[in-house]
């Protein structure tokens, strides 16, 4: 029982390696892609709100406690 699990577990493999196989031989062609320039071109520039909230929020509570914890002590 053991070895024909042994034996699936190769022919798995087998079969992983047959398709890295078929796909390295396809090439692709280079000319029907878009130039790098207009890839790399669209830079979307993201805000995040929420984030800067949070943080924001998070550096005043330190703050404050900081403030408490010297006061008070």
Known sequence: ???N????????????A???KL???SSID???LPPRKEVHKKKVRMN???AR????LFIFIVL???AVFFLIG
């Open 1 to 3: 029982m053991n070895s």
């Open 5 to 16: 699990r042994q034996g699936d577990q190769a022919e798995n493999l087998r079969r992983r």
């Open 18 to 20: 047959q398709r890295k």
């Open 23 to 25: 796909n390295r031989n």
């Open 30 to 32: 280079v000319t029907s």
């Open 48 to 50: 995040f709100p929420m």
């Open 53 to 56: 909230l949070l943080l924001l």
């Open 64 to 66: 404050i406690a900081a």
